[in-house]
């Protein structure tokens, strides 16, 4: 059966565009399902999702937004009721692939579209903005993002190169059976590991103490890291979590650059997944380069972690705000949870002698989160740094214990 490419854009500015994209992918011996998002002209060729439905799947007819001009409003509509297009269609079977083409506002509307897909399902985003920063475009999603070099707005020797190499693109990922592989149940119990430059030993330890029982999908916390981590296991996608790198609340709490957000920690709570928490890395605010350093920050304990990252010692306040988020989240869990605390050290940089070697900082988070503490949730107070073997031992046991208590293994 012949693989089902969604085609989504304005067929009022970009339908020729789109036209030879659709043939180009017919030609291929793929099937095509065209989604005209357009709102003021008429589409150059007949869609077969007109822009009526989707209007009407976002909730205004599209013979409201035409009347009213108003492109704010036109924007939100077919933002959201391309939202519900798509993610029927995947949901009826009728998605195995995805590609938008667009300015700015087309890339807007596309790629939030392709947001709600699953990740594996091939998804690609050729627009003139894609040359600049597409985290807002991408989101926590695996989209392709190909700059256009020159507007979609018509064929011409450099466009029709560009979209035939989008349209090869999407024919290798559906080629591939990537859709498919990510589609089956995992074969073995799925665990998530959050790590930094600062915890690498302690999370390579225990992969190594884990073995090849487990699928292990190890995150970097750099806001995203966590925030995407955070995604798969509200999906119901994951396990069991070993959260040993937990930096990301520094980085929301002192004002940071690499914040995962307000809610860091409470999907696996939420979910009741088996969690191992650790007060990982929580020494250090990330910022980039030295000079983009806030002023009230150019005062502290700072470290220059290469020429484009800067760190930040935590205080005794940030510190005790972090301990007390940790608390929170354990309290919170519906499943079986424990807090391992490093004495030693809760990164390469804070240990004895080393440049963040705080205690009386590291205290206040170690104390803020076992006074918030539930009685009934463990805390192991290890006398290691948290990069020590024996630290990545006590997290492989407790984590393990936490599995068999969950019903995981």
Known sequence: MAKKVV????????????????????????????????????????????????????????????????????????????????????????????????????????TTAMQTLPIGIPKIMVSTVAGGDVSRYVGLKDIIMIPSIVDVAGLNRISRIVYRNAVGALAGMLSHGASEEMAKAPEKPVIVISMFGNTTPCVEKVKELLGDSYEILVFHATGTGGKTMEMLIEEGLVSAVADITTTELADEIGGGVLTAGKDRLFAAARRGVPTVLVPGCVDMINFWAKDTLPESYKTRNIYEWNPNVTLVRTNVEENKKIGEWIAKAANESKGPVAILIPLKGVSMLDSPGGPFWDPEADRACFEAIKSNLKPHIPVYELDYNINDPEFAQKVVEVLLELMKKGGVI
């Open 7 to 110: 085609l989504v854009g304005a067929l009022d500015t970009k339908g020729r565009d789109f036209a030879y994209v659709r043939d180009l992918l017919r030609g291929m011996g793929f099937d095509t399902i065209v989604v005209d998002f357009g709102v003021v002209g008429a589409p150059f060729f007949e869609p077969d999702i007109k822009r009526d439905e989707v209007a009407k799947s976002g909730g205004v007819s599209i013979e409201e937004l035409q009347s009213k001009k108003d492109k704010a409003l036109a924007m939100e509509v077919m933002t959201r009721g391309l939202k519900e297009v798509v993610k029927k269609l995947y949901d009826e079977g009728k998605l195995d692939g995805i590609m938008g083409m667009g300015g700015s506002a087309g890339t807007v509307i596309a």
